[in-house]
């Protein structure tokens, strides 16, 4: 069943997700489909594309929207702590083990864990992730128990996992597991009518913090902004329209300044 373009446009609004394109509006669409079911889903976009609006989206319309939801960047957590983040420890287990400690996928019970960076997992951690996905359990650091958890698990990352495969660094069978509902977040370059509503809201939000008029753009600069590569994406809009907003005193910006 798909949302109407009303229902489309409500959860935008509640997420401050800007944008219009057919791209952005299936994201959204199949997010809101997949939150009523428990299934794992794979957010895959460039960097800056705005993969971290998605599983947001979807925990909220879930069944486990009054439950705990976990945000885990799995690139910015040291090879050595993680397994006793995600999965905790106990006493003893390594020397600064003083005392027993939950990791997030029982804190989360119930809920909903967001893996972001997911390509960065270890294999050692990526063998835990893959039993606990598929039966639950799991054990902490330093023990035997096995343990049963109910969390609903959302990944992202802006690598090519395929690859990561064929190098031995990312297992199949845990990419086959989480991507069983993949949601694409399209390139900017490829949701040209996204870039002007995107650089409206965040010249507005720039001029607002600061308390100066918002910067507008000429049909000329506009479509310069709409033919540039957007390597970096939304992140990338945003620098740039911060830095306008900063540097040009002219608050009508034309083709040649940008
Ligand atoms: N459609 C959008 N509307 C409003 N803001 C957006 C939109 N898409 C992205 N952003 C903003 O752009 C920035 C980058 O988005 P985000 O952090 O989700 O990127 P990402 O896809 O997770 O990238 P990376 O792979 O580098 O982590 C954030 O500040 C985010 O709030
Ligand atoms: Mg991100």
Redesign the pocket.
């Known amino acids: 069943m798909e949302l109407s373009l009303e229902d489309i446009q409500k959860i935008?609004t509640s997420s401050?997700?800007?944008?219009n394109s057919a791209g952005?509006n299936r994201a959204i669409n199949v997010a809101v489909q997949v939150a009523v079911t428990d299934l794992s889903v794979l957010?895959l976009?460039?960097?800056?594309?705005?993969?971290?609006?998605i599983p947001q989206i979807i925990h909220r319309n879930s069944r486990r929207a009054g439950k705990t939801y976990i945000a885990v960047n799995c690139g910015a957590i040291p090879e050595g702590t993680i397994d006793s983040e995600l999965f905790g420890h106990v006493k003893g287990a390594f020397t600064n083990a003083i005392t027993e400690r939950k990791g997030y996928f029982e804190e989360a019970n119930g809920g909903t864990i967001f893996l972001?960076?997911v390509a960065e997992l270890p294999m050692p951690t990526q063998a835990r992730l893959l039993r606990v996905l598929e039966s639950g359990e799991f054990m902490k650091v330093g023990s035997s128990k096995v343990e049963k958890t109910d969390v609903r698990i959302i990944a992202?990352?802006?690598v090519n996992l395929q690859e990561r495969i064929n190098d031995g660094k990312f297992r199949e069978d845990l990419f086959y597991r989480l991507n069983t509902v993949p949601i694409i977040?399209p390139p900017l370059r490829e949701r040209k009518e996204?870039i002007h509503l995107?650089f409206r809201?965040?010249s507005r939000d720039f001029a607002d913090k600061y308390n100066m008029p918002a910067i507008s753009l000429t049909p000329e600069a506009t479509a310069l902004l709409e033919n540039y590569r957007w390597p970096g994406?939304?992140?990338e809009?945003?620098h740039v329209a911060d830095q306008i907003s900063i540097i040009e005193k002219e608050r009508t910006i034309s083709a040649d300044s940008t």
């Open positions: 935008k401050g997700i800007i944008g952005l957010v976009g460039e960097s800056g594309a705005g993969k971290e609006k972001d960076e992202a990352t802006n977040i996204d995107l809201k965040f994406n939304v992140r809009l945003k």
